[in-house]
């Protein structure tokens, strides 16, 4: 139980973060798509540590990634993995910079991937990811300087829309 108390303090972290300071409707639309989307699988990995799988606070968040499979589908959304791919290549110095969750999952030559929406970071491994690495990939998430790239004129919102006029 204790395990358990570790994970909804990271539970807790997440939902004490604030984007008061932003304008969401001002970030680039694939890239806030995407923000949310890591922030849901951040919710549902770490929920499933924290509470019973059967729990409807995870069966919500569930319901709420089901949803979004086929909205990464739509419009340029399906071109993210790519680009970040792209970053890889074409801008190591940005790739770097990115959260890690995003590096990790959408990088090729990462083992990483969402497997029933869950976080993995390594496909054979039976331990669980620990409560201290999910507090860090999402502050990540939270930093201003990334936080600032994000918008639609800021410098990850032009390099997308340079990447999927150039691919």
Known sequence: ???DQEYIHVLENLYEKSLILQDENMWHPVLYFYYMDALAHLD???G???YHY???RVMMTGE???CRIDQAKEGDRQKFPAFINWLRTEHPERFEALPTLWRKIYDTEDEAM???FRIVFERDSKNPIRPHVFRQLIDEFFKKDFLKTLYSDASLGLLFEEFKYKG
């Open 114 to 116: 969402y497997v029933s």
């Open 48 to 50: 499933l540590m924290a």
């Open 1 to 3: 139980m204790a395990l």
């Open 64 to 66: 709420y990634l089901r």
């Open 54 to 56: 059967k729990s409807p």
């Open 44 to 46: 549902y990995t770490v």
